[in-house]
């Protein structure tokens, strides 16, 4: 049996990160992953470019049953560091609306840094190596039964990921774990995914498919203000990933399709300056034709603003301003993002990342519940997070 200092579970971005400051410290790293290759979330992430981190991080960008928790790991490895990591190895990178950082060439450049100072550390990757059986000893010691041998270790850090993407090798084996050690895991679901929708609507709306529009989503808890997208299967796009993880099954969203516009306003100027156009000519200049004649009837459509009546306008005016839809459901974790829920955190101490009841067991990463919005928040989680396990472990 080989003695190990650190096992890491899971060669991806929490993972990496720990490993890479464990190391530092001079303890001996052995990151362990079932994949045949590291960072495979790292490398499919923003369309190949790697949305890496945001300019703005702050704690009301992550969801959490305890929400305090994000906020100590987030101070201590921050934006800015990982950026001077970017700017050591020279990756050109760019901005992109709200903060988004990505990378110029390829998400390949950040996996590249990632082993490259791994490797300076010696931190040893084994990839398509499963574990069979984790047991700790009574030394404050684990043993790990792999199919490439026995381990020894003092630490094991669970940076195994959520169930999100199962085909890039996505299981549940970092919440079987935290079970097996009897740590609480709160319900998980699909998160930052796209939303069906009702037989009906999915009738109606699929010949949509292909516009995106700015727009406001919203719910009870939260809006967002980005691009929609319709789709053969239902609704996408920005707004709709960002509201997804705010949505319960059955919750009606509102979407305003004109948010930058008082659109009564200007129907009621164009009325009263005798404007003898067609309604859905002017609402052309504001929104695609195909979407106004699946939001309003086409006899309305044909009418010029004379003919409608101020019953008629204000519908046709709540029809874009308030389109209300009732989602079917999600696409699933084959299309998330993320995972909602995860490890309670109200078990792991946010200063080490360690369990609070075993000792020598740190959970970092997506595995934990902490979810962040799009934008490169779920990375600098994982950043952050391994960055802190990995001063301790």
């Not at 903060?99 to 084994?126: H, P, R, T, W, Y």
């Not at 719910?219 to 997804?244: C, D, V, W, Y």
């Not at 459901?329 to 990342?353: F, H, N, P, Q, W």
Request: charged share 20%; net charge positive; hydrophobic share 40%.
């Amino acid at each position: 049996m080989k003695n190990i200092d650190v096992i890491i579970i899971g060669a991806g971005a929490s993972g990496l990160m720990c490993a890479i400051e464990a190391g530092k410290r001079g303890r001996n790293v052995l990151v362990i992953d079932h994949a045949n290759k590291a960072g495979k979330k790292i490398l499919m992430s923003g369309g190949g470019r790697c949305n890496f981190t945001n300019y703005s991080i702050e704690a009301e960008n992550f969801i959490s049953q305890n929400t305090h928790f994000c906020k100590s790991a987030l101070s201590r490895f921050t934006q800015w560091d990982f950026l001077a990591m970017i700017e050591q190895y020279k990756i050109p990178f760019h901005e992109r609306s709200h903060g988004q950082l990505f990378c110029d060439n390829s998400a390949k450049d950040i996996l590249n840094m990632l082993l490259a100072e791994c490797k300076k550390v010696k931190a040893d990757i084994q990839l398509n190596c499963k574990i069979k059986k984790i047991n700790k000893l009574s030394d404050d010691k684990f043993k790990l039964i792999t199919d490439k041998g026995e381990f020894s270790c003092q630490s094991v850090v669970v940076a195994t990921g959520g169930l999100s993407i199962p085909k890039m090798g996505a299981t549940a084996f970092g919440y079987q774990l935290a079970e097996q050690f009897n740590i609480n895991v709160l319900p998980v679901c699909a998160a930052l995914v796209p939303f069906t929708l009702q037989p009906d609507d999915k009738e109606k709306y699929s010949l949509l498919s292909g516009i995106a529009v700015p727009c406001v989503v919203s719910n009870q808890q939260q809006s967002f203000k980005e691009n929609m997208l319709f789709t053969h299967r239902g609704l996408s796009g920005p707004a709709i990933l960002q509201i997804s993880s705010y949505w319960k099954a059955g919750e009606t969203i509102y979407v305003n399709f004109l948010a930058e516009l008082d659109l009564a306003e200007v129907l009621m100027a164009k009325r009263n300056n005798k404007v003898k156009m067609q309604l859905k000519t002017i609402l052309a200049e504001f929104l695609p034709k195909r979407l106004l004649e699946a939001l309003i009837e086409q006899k309305l459509l044909l009418l010029s603003l004379q003919d409608i009546s101020n019953k008629q306008l204000n519908e046709i005016v709540q029809n874009i301003i308030c389109w209300k839809i009732k989602p079917n459901g999600t696409e699933g974790y084959r299309t998330a993002e993320v995972t909602l829920g995860g490890v309670d955190c109200a078990e792991i101490s946010s200063k080490t990342m360690q369990s609070q009841t075993i000792n020598g067991l740190y959970f970092v990463g997506e595995v934990l519940d902490v979810t962040g919005w799009l934008g490169g928040y779920n990375f600098q989680w994982a950043w952050a997070s391994g960055w802190c396990a990995g001063q301790y472990v």
